[in-house]
């Protein structure tokens, strides 16, 4: 056992030495090479398995039989089911091809940061001046990303946010991630709304291929029920984050409900910490069932097929508001949260438009007292909270960041 520790200890060491080779040879390269306007780089986001979501799959969408581009995706440890283009790439982020092609791409398309994105080959960027770096982010920022528990900024990403482009959904939104990107200059805050947006609004007809699949599959599941989405935030559990654990006579009351009411409630916990054994507990594929492990693995078709949206403090709420439909808070832990968790940069009763529950007697309530769905009868507050998070209203969000790009 200890020689396959010492073994293992030294290849790994070894790797960490090529990778730190690899970054200087690539740095000491990188001046030397013009880079190519028709070249972009998707790197896939750099947690989970790795996948092209969010606003770099719409954008990729946007612009994959465009032939004029060719479209480089690093993915990390499985190739994607991206459709059949003859100007899209596969190659795998730790090979020497990858490398090849980021010394001549001039366009690198993220979700969060260069350092975060290749934090797998631990690739800095000495010059990223040299490069077009879009940042798309991946969702509308109601969290404190300032609080140091959120590990959100390095020194890394500090220097090369000042290369950055960064779209933003309103002049609201906006302001909010000057202040989270400071280092970035004023013009290269873009307003031109959230590319992932399109696929809420866009018709069945013209989703791409692998959302068309999963839409029809989760139609398949709902079969005639209604749907209710429960969907919270990530819990950080190292701060005692934790995610809420029903009692068997809170799971009666829910169930009798749902039946009731012809509802079927979707648990969609955040991919990164389920907790399994409330899982085991609730789950009872009749009235409850699991969509954190589903196939539908997108939450623009979770959203748009919801009738009802329960989170917490989830920015998929926002996504629900893009369509109108009814959101509830089920708050159980806001003292927690706000106090040793993220926080926000705003009241959340500022900015939520539904009923904030803070127990599970107020939130049965709400749901029993309310007539769901009522996404035809928008109240003034709904209207206002949207404005606040979006300046448009349509599904030519990624073809108003592309023209962006297109000025670059």
Not at 38 to 62: H, K, Q, R, T
Not at 185 to 190: G, H, I, K, S
Not at 230 to 251: C, H, I, M, Q, R
Not at 376 to 388: A, F, M, P, Q, T
Request: hydrophobic share 35%; glycine share 4%.
């Amino acid at each position: 056992m200890k020689i396959t520790k010492i073994i293992s200890a030294i290849f790994n060491r070894f790797v960490w030495g090529v990778r730190l080779l690899l970054n200087v040879v690539f740095n000491l390269l990188d001046g030397f090479f013009e880079k190519r306007k028709d070249y972009w780089i998707f790197p896939v986001y750099f947690l989970g398995d790795g996948d092209l979501s969010d606003n770099s799959l719409a954008l990729f969408e946007g612009v994959k039989n465009n032939h004029d581009i060719q479209k480089i995706v690093l993915f990390r440890n499985k190739k994607l089911s991206l459709g059949n283009s003859k100007s899209v790439k596969q190659v795998k982020m730790t090979s020497l091809v990858a490398y090849w092609y980021l010394l001549k791409s001039k366009k690198i398309i993220i979700q969060h940061s260069i350092s975060y994105e290749f934090k797998s080959i631990k690739l800095r960027f000495t010059h990223p001046e040299y490069r077009n770096i879009v940042n798309l982010w991946h969702g509308i920022i109601i969290k404190d990303l300032s609080n140091p528990e959120v590990g959100f900024m390095n020194k890394e990403l500090e220097k090369e946010m000042k290369h950055h482009s960064i779209i933003a959904s309103s002049t609201d939104n906006k302001e909010i991630l000057k202040k989270v990107f400071f280092n970035t200059p004023d013009e290269n805050f873009w307003e031109t709304g959230l590319p992932r947006n399109d696929f809420l609004k866009l018709e069945d007809k013209n989703l791409p291929d692998e959302l068309k699949k999963e839409l029809s599959l989760l139609r398949v599941i709902k079969g005639d029920k209604k749907l209710i989405m429960y969907a919270p935030t990530y819990k950080d559990s190292t701060v005692g984050g934790y995610y809420y654990n029903f009692t068997n006579e809170e799971l009666s009351i829910l169930k009798k409900f749902l039946k009731d009411n012809n509802y079927l409630l979707g648990i969609r916990y955040h991919p990164f910490n389920p907790p399994i054994d409330i899982f085991k507990k609730i789950i009872d594929n009749e009235y409850i069932i699991d969509l954190s492990t589903s196939m539908i693995s997108n939450m623009n078709i979770l959203t748009r097929e919801s009738d009802i949206l329960i989170s917490d403090y989830s920015s998929t709420y926002i996504d629900a508001l893009y369509l109108n439909k009814t959101v509830i808070s089920f708050a159980y832990d806001y003292d927690h949260y706000v106090n040793s968790q993220h926080g926000f940069v705003y009241d959340l009763k500022d900015v939520f438009p539904g009923e904030i529950c803070y127990s599970f007697n107020d939130l049965i309530k709400t749901l029993q007292n309310s007539n769901y769905p009522s996404s035809e009868s928008v109240d003034e507050r709904y209207k206002d909270i949207y404005k606040l998070f979006f300046k448009y209203n349509d599904f030519n969000n990624t073809q108003r960041v592309l023209s962006k790009i297109n000025e670059l």
